[in-house]
RNA sequence: UGGGGUGUGGUGCAACUGGCAGCACGUCUGACUCUGGAUCAGAAGGUUCUAGGUUCGAGUCCUAGCACCCCAGCCA
């Protein structure tokens, strides 16, 4: 375990080194603390997840805020599980969970469980019966739920809240041992069931579960509730700042009670003993993004559904999703450090997010040839059975990464949109009669298209190269409009290729897809994937074309080993990485993200013009 | 109708204790280019939720509204 006052493996200089200008509110107040020496300068953080799921992109946002506070102000941060409840967590999820913070490039202080503060816990719930503040309580379910009363009235007592001490202590140990069924009773706070804030009027801190637990076995039959836990896990860790989401800023008070009950009469000399730290809650807006849908129960049901083919199918927002399909660590560090943090509740743009993945990957990825959609071409002038070794730069980005050969013969194969029969306006590639360069290779000139005599179908080009141009420059000066990727149609190696879309699409992009469809009067900008609705209603919006695979694409050959996870950018079609189905004699590739595509948004803007006149 | 929050270009965030509203993404131009990528240069885009008030001066302070989000699990 690691116990340097380091929290990451991240270089000092990078990511939130050059954060001094303005901090946002969470760094500000910890800052001020630091200065003002409250906590004697200690800064103690935790990210605390439940394992009952995967991590998403949105954990990252929180990840990155507690580690990284940690790390900028000499503090430390765990790793802590808050497995409090045994029917929704699974050991499948502690380990995702402490893979996914370590390739996101963060190393906790200590690995901890707050089902470790079981014994703890129960201690001091047995310490608030004896103070009167906590009483068990005989209502089921739906007894508690209507005593409770509403947002506009206030709840009603319970029958069983002016109980004898010595009697709560009786039945609450009996619930320990085991002498109760699930449900039948509850330990609560006897707080306020008149209180405007409905979390203080006496919530459960403790109920019967019958269930084993992933850590602590079949020792425990009672299992505290997340606001009971929450702040004592807190303070036994000597947390200094609690961050948590914008949804529990109503339990503070609550976080805080509990807190301040335990130390009511402790002290010096006080039987129950020296007061505990209380740590200091501090809610931020959790992450959302456009067109993605973060919910952890949905994404279950997706995963159980077979929608997707598990937690890590590259479309799914999860860290190992997004790590199948090849974002870097440091892309979305640097995209939780670009959308900074606020308590105001927002929907960032997808495209930040593909923006920060390019940026990093730019730099980076070795450059490849590989056509996804081929149309063949033959040179008629070039000689049948010659091949030519060219020179190809791995990455003009980073002069160190150096120079490969990239085959080139007779036959070769280009994209189908790098032709076009009748060009349009501002379409620059090749056509009849037209001159392009092959990258790295020669000028070619397209001289027939051959066609299938039924289907009228394009079936191949034949084209003539001029060998003066070697390499990809004209010694005569001239120029071409457009450079082509290629491969060599007998050296290539055939791979598939997996191309993903969003896996949810906002009612705005479906309207984009179907253009005749009547347009919501509502504002689409934010729309909520997230909010409740009908069991079947969010599963309507599945995009049915999320995943494409193109099962006989060609990539030259330099990449025939390629392991799995490695990262290349297509020349001008986008970022692929290899993915973990391939196999010795079978690359699949993952589309990452598609490069800026200029020409795309031409076209694109020309047919919905011409469309719409 | 209770309680807790939040409102700043299309989007996400800034703006020290009042002093010319900035940055990033996105969008659009242009330059350059053996990736229609990258890079570079530039532009458009704001009634700082609204209305009053204080002030020489208000995104910031005061008052009153409006809108949106969260809360009625023995989930977290």
Redesign the pocket.
């Known amino acids: 375990m690691n116990r340097d006052a380091s929290n990451s493996r991240i270089p000092d200089n990078e990511p939130t080194g050059n954060r001094t200008?303005?901090l946002?509110?969470i760094r500000t107040i910890v800052a001020d603390d630091v200065r003002t020496g409250k906590w004697g300068g200690r800064v103690q953080t935790r990210f605390p997840p439940?394992p009952n799921g995967y991590l998403h992109i949105g954990h990252a946002k929180s990840i990155c805020l507690n580690f990284g506070i940690a790390r900028e102000f000499g503090g430390k941060c765990n790793l802590r599980f808050?497995d409090?409840?045994p029917?929704?967590e699974d050991q499948e999820y502690v380990d995702s969970i402490q893979r996914d913070v370590r390739w996101l490039g963060w190393e906790w202080d200590q690995l901890l469980f707050a089902s470790d503060y079981f014994q703890q816990m129960h201690d001091w719930a047995v310490e608030l019966i004896k103070k009167g503040k906590a009483y068990v309580c005989d209502?089921?379910?739906e007894e508690?739920?209507r005593y409770?009363g509403?947002?506009?009235t206030p709840g009603r007592e319970s029958p069983s809240r002016n109980r004898a001490i010595d009697e709560n202590l009786d039945l609450f140990d009996r619930m320990r041992r085991g002498e109760f069924p699930?449900?039948?009773?509850?330990l609560r706070a006897k707080i306020d069931m008149t209180h405007?804030?409905?979390?203080m009027r006496d919530?459960?801190m403790y109920?019967?579960?019958h269930a084993t637990h992933h850590n602590t076995g079949d020792k425990w039959c009672i299992?505290?509730?997340?606001?009971w836990?929450?702040g004592l896990e807190d303070s036994i860790e000597a947390v200094t700042h609690s961050i948590c989401t914008?949804?529990?800023?109503?339990?503070r008070p609550l976080y805080d009670w509990y807190v301040d009950a335990i130390n009511e009469g402790r002290g010096a000399d006080s039987k129950w003993g020296e007061p505990i730290h209380h740590p200091q809650q501090i809610e931020f807006?959790r992450l959302e993004l456009t067109d993605t849908m973060m919910s952890k129960r949905k994404l279950l049901e997706l995963v159980r559904g077979g929608d997707v083919k598990g937690w890590d199918d590259p479309r799914m927002p999860t860290l190992s999703g997004m790590r199948r399909r090849g974002y870097t660590p440091e892309a979305i560090r640097n995209f939780c450090e670009?959308?900074?943090?606020?308590?105001?509740?927002?929907?960032?743009?997808f495209?930040?997010l593909e923006?920060c993945v390019?940026?990093e990957l730019?730099r980076i990825a070795p450059?490849v040839m590989a056509v996804l959609n081929p149309i063949k071409i033959v040179i008629d002038n070039y000689a049948a059975g010659q091949v030519e070794e060219l020179d190809a730069v791995n990455?003009?980005?980073d002069s160190s990464a150096g120079t490969r050969k990239v085959p080139f013969s007779r036959e070769i194969y280009i994209e189908q949109d790098d032709f076009r029969e009748t060009p349009p306006p501002?379409?620059?590639?090749l056509s009849p009669g037209k001159e392009v360069?092959l990258?790295?290779a020669y000028f070619i000139t397209c001289t027939r298209v051959v066609k299938d005599p039924k289907t009228g179908e394009i079936t191949e080009l034949h084209c003539t190269y001029d060998p003066a141009t070697r390499?990809?420059?004209a010694p005569d000066g001239r120029k071409v409009k457009?450079?082509?990727?290629w491969v060599s149609a007998e050296k290539a190696i055939a791979c598939e290729v997996r191309l993903y879309d969003q896996l949810i699409l906002s009612d705005k992009r479906r309207a984009e897809a179907i253009p005749n469809r009547e347009r919501e009067p509502r504002d689409e900008?934010?729309v909520h994937l997230d909010?409740p609705s009908a069991p079947h209603d969010w599963r309507s919006n599945l995009n049915p074309r999320s995943l494409e695979i193109i099962q006989q694409a060609w990539v030259e050959p330099s990449i025939r080993v390629a392991p799995a996870g490695s990262t290349y950018?297509f020349?001008?079609l986008g970022y692929f990485c290899v993915d973990s189905d391939s196999s010795v004699g079978r690359l699949v590739f993952n589309r990452t993200v598609s490069?800026?595509?200029?020409?795309a948004?031409?076209e694109k803007?020309d047919l919905t013009f011409h469309a719409s006149h």
Do not use: C
């Open positions: 200008l303005s946002d509110f439940e808050d409090t409840n029917t929704a209502l089921p379910a508690i739920s409770r509403t947002l506009t699930d449900g039948s009773k509850t405007p804030n409905m979390n919530p459960v109920r019967i579960l299992y505290p509730m997340y606001d836990a929450h914008l949804e529990f800023e109503d339990h807006a670009m959308i900074g943090v606020a308590k105001f509740n927002s929907t960032v743009d495209a930040k923006f390019r940026d730019n450059r990455n003009p980005e501002k379409f620059f590639r360069r990258r790295y390499g990809g420059d457009a450079t082509l990727h900008s934010r909010a950018q020349e001008r490069l800026k595509d200029t020409w948004k031409v803007k």
